[in-house]
């Protein structure tokens, strides 16, 4: 079953620098995506950025994006010029994109246990 | 509105009662989850349905039952609910192979 582990259970970061999270995944599959998530104190989680494992290219959205290293099976994402606003929880999350399920994989989102930022100002 | 949404948003119950989480997509999307969010655990996967009448257990079922008879429809049921169920219980759901949207949550207490 593919794993998703954050080293980092809390992170902080003063306004307008820029942070990184971590994250690591195991896996046995070739074709999957990783996802970054933001979980504000509204608790509604959202999207931040989305990466194909065929795509060699870094997914980069705005002042987010990340670093892919499919060999290591790490995904991190950073953060530039951090703004009070990016304060939150991220969850790094995999999902196969087998459409057989391999070796216990599935269109299932599995998801590390999160990283809370905190941006001083 | 289109979208996903959850009822209730807040639920207070006592141990040993039956509750059910309503949610409903307006997207017809295939598949839809279930997870619970706990301090220090992330989202761990309860239930999902890949369609109407498809369901299948995540990671964490015990305890819980779901049914999916219409598509845009995936209620979550606590048989008999214990303290060890509070929780910030969230709905999602995707197309194939599309993005996923989440639910805002229900946050379960039960005393």
């Known amino acids: 079953a593919q794993t998703v582990t954050q080293s980092q259970p809390e992170m902080s970061v003063q306004e307008a620098e820029t942070v990184t999270l971590s994250c690591t995944y195991d896996?046995?599959?070739?074709?999957?995506?990783l996802f970054w998530y933001k979980q504000p104190p509204s608790r509604q989680m959202i999207l931040v950025i989305r990466?194909?494992?065929?795509?060699?290219q870094n997914a980069t959205e705005n002042r987010f994006s990340v670093n892919f290293q499919k060999a290591a099976k790490s995904f991190s994402l950073k953060i530039s010029d951090s703004q009070l606003g990016d304060a939150a929880m991220y969850f790094c999350?995999?999902?196969?994109?087998?459409?057989?399920?391999?070796?216990?994989?599935?269109?299932?989102?599995?998801f590390g246990k999160g990283t809370k930022l905190t941006v001083n100002p | 509105d289109a979208g996903i949404t959850q009822s209730p948003r807040y639920k207070i119950t006592e141990t040993g009662r039956q509750v059910t989480l309503m949610c409903h997509q307006t997207?017809?999307?295939?598949?839809m989850f279930w997870y619970r969010q706990d301090l220090g655990h992330g989202l761990r996967l309860i239930y999902y349905?890949?369609?109407?009448?498809?369901?299948d257990k995540g990671e964490v079922p015990d305890g819980y039952v779901v049914s999916r008879s219409k598509t845009e429809n995936f209620p979550l049921t606590l048989e008999s609910a214990t303290r060890s169920q509070t929780s910030v219980y969230f709905c999602?759901?995707?197309?194939?192979?599309?993005?996923?949207?989440f639910g805002p949550g229900t946050r379960l207490t039960v005393l």
């Open positions: 999602a759901s995707r197309p194939r192979g599309g993005r996923q949207f």
């Open positions: 896996t046995s599959e070739s074709d999957y995506y």
């Open positions: 990466q194909e494992a065929y795509k060699q």
């Open positions: 999350a995999y999902r196969s994109a087998s459409a057989i399920p391999l070796q216990g994989g599935s269109e299932k989102l599995v």
């Open positions: 997207w017809s999307h295939s598949y």
């Open positions: 349905s890949a369609a109407a009448d498809i369901t």
